[in-house]
């Protein structure tokens, strides 16, 4: 099974900061397959990102994903007060759904 | 727009069995496979199983897997979690979560019903 391991488990920025978010599998996968959620407190996971740089519909162009083979990045270009949450990846292989354990955004 | 309503959670016994449903909306709810997705309180987020469009196909997490058992109804947009032999790690938020236009995401969400295991 892919493990998948993000960091830093804490990012703490300030509002308009580029905020760069990792995930790296234990062994590679294919981009088709790695998708980012955003998740605020008491809220339901939110898909961001999925084929790992296609965003979702209604999502800001400021969210854009990146990466291939074992290393896959989420990028928030410039951050807004909303954009403070915990950020999790998220990987299929067809009969198994895995995610990793998640950065959280904070403010500095 | 899509909606996701879970019901059914509760508090439970160890060794007991409870089900939760999941009513769709907003979209053409047969042509999509349907999933749940659990988090434990401060905790990340584990999927727990999938079934396909047409209710032929289901798989489950290795955590699950023999005490769980999801269907569904197209004819009402409905999926059911069928959960048994509960244990204190079952404790969490149950996500229902509608499939991508692949199998690989999840593209739509519901508020989540807590199921608590305690004696």
């Known amino acids: 099974e892919i493990v998948l391991t993000e960091s830093p488990v804490t990012l703490s920025l300030s509002p308009g900061e580029r905020a760069t978010l990792s995930c790296r599998a234990s062994?590679?996968?294919?981009?088709?397959?790695l998708a980012w959620y955003q998740q605020k407190p008491g809220q339901a996971p939110r898909l961001l990102i999925y084929?790992?740089?296609r965003r979702a519909t209604g999502i800001p162009d400021r969210f854009s994903g990146s990466g291939s083979g074992t290393d896959f990045t989420l990028t928030i270009s410039s951050l807004e007060p909303e954009d403070f949450a915990v950020y999790h990846c998220?990987?299929?292989?067809?009969?198994?759904?895995?995610f990793g354990l998640g950065t959280r955004v904070e403010m500095k | 727009e899509v909606q996701l309503v879970e019901s059914g959670g509760g508090l439970i016994q160890p060794g007991g069995s409870l089900r939760l449903s999941c009513v769709a909306s907003?979209?053409?709810?047969?042509?999509?496979?349907m999933n749940w997705v659990r988090q434990a309180p401060g905790k990340g987020l584990e999927w727990v199983s999938l079934?396909?469009?047409?209710?032929?196909?289901?798989y489950y997490a290795k955590s699950v897997r023999g005490r769980f058992t999801l269907s569904r109804d197209n004819s009402n947009n409905m999926v059911f979690l069928q959960m048994s032999s509960l244990r204190a790690e079952d404790t969490a938020v149950y996500y229902c979560?509608?499939?991508?236009?692949?199998?690989?995401?999840?593209?739509?969400w519901g508020q989540g019903t807590l199921v608590t295991v305690s004696s």
């Open positions: 979560a509608k499939g991508g236009t692949r199998w690989t995401y999840f593209d739509s």
């Open positions: 907003g979209f053409t709810f047969s042509s999509y496979s």
């Open positions: 079934v396909d469009a047409t209710g032929a196909y289901a």
């Open positions: 062994q590679s996968v294919s981009s088709d397959f």
């Open positions: 084929a790992a740089s």
């Open positions: 998220q990987h299929s292989d067809g009969s198994s759904w895995t």
